[in-house]
């Protein structure tokens, strides 16, 4: 049985969780696994909750979490242009059949759309200058989705016509790269921003509803000119004065912000408008402070599950902390540890102290997920769910084979 994970306090066993899996991707070649840089529930469409995405080097893996807990391999897609590098892997759907979209982004600035009923990449969106960093996705209307890259824009693209419907960029948007990018849950018209120039932005786009009504009108066959991109260069509120180096994550929290830099804490806050100088100088009000050890690189990223009562966020030692964001208390509620060796299969073996790129907490916030510097993703699930019974264990240890080998023989998506 694997080992109960540490703790800070005297929880319940909504706080107490099992390391119940682990796995190794691999390149194409077989040999040493590029690092995993993103991992991502699809919480897009419920009917496909327990579905996740990975993505490192020219990979984009797609899984499932079994209730017998464990991995399942389901399909790999592999870029056929070796320069490529993915950062980011996000979930859309088909609005018109429902299947599920994998949208990856990485170095070469190309985002490959991904439909997973066809196993095929379906589109490819091309116009920004450098990398992707990150991608975040309409909540109301999935066909919609924004890209943050190292070009330091943004821009607003639409899936169903395969137009880039908006730029931002100018003088009041980023001057260097932008790392992170978050639609507010609820409402499509807010976006945040973050990057490498130690603001932090926020987006008003309801300038935009008629070039975006427009976007969906847009027929290319019928047109006789290309859809005409707009720019959006003044962001609604922008501040420097949460962080002082890189911002790395950024997300919403209802309707406030949580932001992670590169030393060792999150921070709770929202713009003061108390003044429309207040507002204009980009003052805020800090709300709570998270301590995360061991935490001075960037590019680790913070997760929340669907209803934001928990937060998790990786080191770079291996560890996964996690934080009651009910009750908002700054002191984790567990850190979560790599038990070495994990039964059998290609992550039996790995140094403890690597890096923690980036984490997913599922719906229910019963499974935690971490994918590694060193190409490994880890599962960890609450003592609260059901343990497997002796029957299940069995037929996990038929199933572990099975998925530790299709890991490497796993089909290939064109």
């Known amino acids: 049985m694997p080992a109960v994970a540490s703790t800070r306090a005297a929880p319940?066993?909504?706080?107490?969780?099992?390391?119940?899996?682990?796995?190794?991707?691999?390149?194409?070649?077989g040999k040493k696994a590029d690092p995993t840089w993103c991992i991502s529930f699809n919480f897009?469409?419920?009917?496909?909750?327990?579905?996740?995405?990975?993505?490192?080097?020219?990979?984009g893996t797609v899984y499932e979490?079994?209730?017998?807990?464990?991995?399942?391999?389901?399909?790999?897609?592999?870029?056929?242009?070796?320069?490529?590098?993915?950062?980011?892997?996000?979930?859309?759907?088909?609005?018109?059949?429902?299947?599920?979209?994998?949208?990856?982004?990485?170095?070469?600035?190309?985002?490959?759309?991904?439909?997973?009923?066809l196993r095929k990449v379906v589109w490819t969106a091309q116009g920004h200058g450098d990398a992707i960093n990150d991608i975040t996705v309409h909540p109301t209307r999935p066909s919609l989705f924004v890209t943050a890259s190292r070009d330091h824009s943004l821009r607003l693209w639409n899936l169903e016509t395969q137009v880039c419907v908006c730029t931002m960029v100018g003088?009041?948007?980023h001057t260097n790269e932008?790392?992170?990018?978050?639609?507010?849950?609820?409402?499509?018209?807010?976006?945040?921003?973050?990057?490498?120039d130690h603001t932090i932005k926020m987006w008003n786009l309801q300038g935009l509803s008629s070039q975006i009504e427009a976007s969906f009108q847009y027929d290319a066959q019928k047109a006789s000119r290309a859809f005409?991109?707009?720019?959006?260069?003044?962001?609604?509120?922008?501040?420097?004065?949460?962080?002082?180096?890189?911002?790395?994550?950024?997300?919403w929290f209802g309707d406030i912000v949580l932001s992670k830099s590169v030393y060792n804490k999150i921070s709770l806050?929202?713009?003061?408008?108390?003044?429309?100088e207040a507002k204009r100088k980009g003052y805020v009000k800090c709300h709570q402070e998270y301590s995360l050890e061991k935490a001075k690189v960037w590019f680790i990223r913070m997760s929340l599950d669907l209803k934001c009562s928990l937060m998790a966020c990786g080191n770079v030692t291996g560890q996964v902390y996690l934080w009651d964001m009910d009750t908002l208390t700054d002191e984790p509620q567990a850190v979560l540890d790599r038990e070495l060796p994990l039964s059998k299969g290609p992550a039996k073996s790995t140094n403890g102290n690597v890096t923690v790129r980036q984490t997913a907490v599922s719906y229910d916030a019963s499974t935690i997920l971490a994918c590694c510097e060193d190409g490994t993703i880890w599962r960890w699930d609450s003592i609260a769910a059901p343990a497997p019974s002796d029957e299940e264990a069995s037929a996990r240890e038929e199933d572990d084979e099975g998925s530790h080998a299709s890991m490497q023989i796993s089909d290939e998506m064109e």
């Not at 897009?44 to 990979?59: I, P, T, W």
Request: proline share 4%; glycine share 6%; with cysteine.
């Open 12 to 29: 319940d066993d909504r706080w107490r969780f099992r390391q119940t899996y682990s796995i190794r991707e691999q390149n194409k070649t």
């Open 228 to 251: 005409h991109t707009t720019t959006l260069s003044c962001p609604e509120f922008s501040t420097h004065k949460v962080h002082w180096a890189y911002v790395d994550c950024v997300r």
């Open 44 to 59: 897009v469409d419920l009917k496909h909750k327990d579905v996740f995405a990975s993505c490192g080097g020219v990979r």
């Open 269 to 276: 806050w929202e713009p003061d408008c108390s003044s429309a």
């Open 171 to 173: 003088d009041a948007a």
């Open 65 to 117: 979490c079994r209730p017998n807990g464990i991995i399942k391999v389901l399909q790999a897609y592999c870029d056929p242009n070796p320069d490529e590098e993915f950062f980011v892997c996000k979930w859309s759907t088909n609005t018109t059949t429902g299947a599920p979209l994998l949208l990856l982004a990485g170095f070469t600035g190309a985002i490959r759309v991904v439909d997973c009923n």
């Open 178 to 196: 932008v790392l992170s990018v978050d639609f507010h849950a609820s409402d499509g018209n807010k976006l945040l921003s973050a990057g490498m």
